[in-house]
Nanobody
Framework: QVQLVESGGGSVQAGGSLTLSCAAS????????MGWFRQAPGQSREGVAY???????GYADSVKGRFTISKDNAKDTLLLQMASLKPEDTAMYYC????????????????WGQGTQVTVSS
């Protein structure tokens, strides 16, 4: 069973940058399809970005051009580099994984981290 632990959240001013990390264990990391999701208070969980086992990526329109997802297979770590942050990016960010197909739909994933908070002030 895959275990996921996020880190790197924090508070930043609008226009700033943050990098989130997700350490994975319990499965061959290079074979995982992984994604980042976020949930703001009172809103449903939103897919932010995904990366498939062979490296193909996809992004929500709201973050395209500002966020970059990547996998470090040597460190079993998923990254989300976030730049030009906006107040509307404020949310709890979750890492997710599955040993198969994935996209921005949370239904594809069967392993989730506990989340890390990102707060962007104007």
């Amino acid at each position: 069973q895959v275990q996921l632990v996020e880190s790197g959240g924090g508070s930043v001013q609008a226009g700033g940058s943050l990098t989130l990390s997700c350490a994975a264990s319990g499965y061959t990391f290079s074979k995982l399809c992984m994604g980042w999701f976020r949930q703001a208070p009172g809103q449903s969980r939103e897919g932010v970005a995904y990366i498939r086992d062979y490296g193909s990526t996809g992004y929500a329109d709201s973050v395209k051009g500002r966020f970059t997802i990547s996998k470090d297979n040597a460190k079993d770590t998923l990254l989300l580099q976030m730049a030009s942050l906006k107040p509307e990016d404020t949310a709890m960010y979750y890492c997710a994984a599955v040993s198969g197909y994935c996209n921005l739909n949370s239904a594809f994933y069967n392993a989730w981290g506990q989340g890390t908070q990102v707060t962007v002030s104007s």
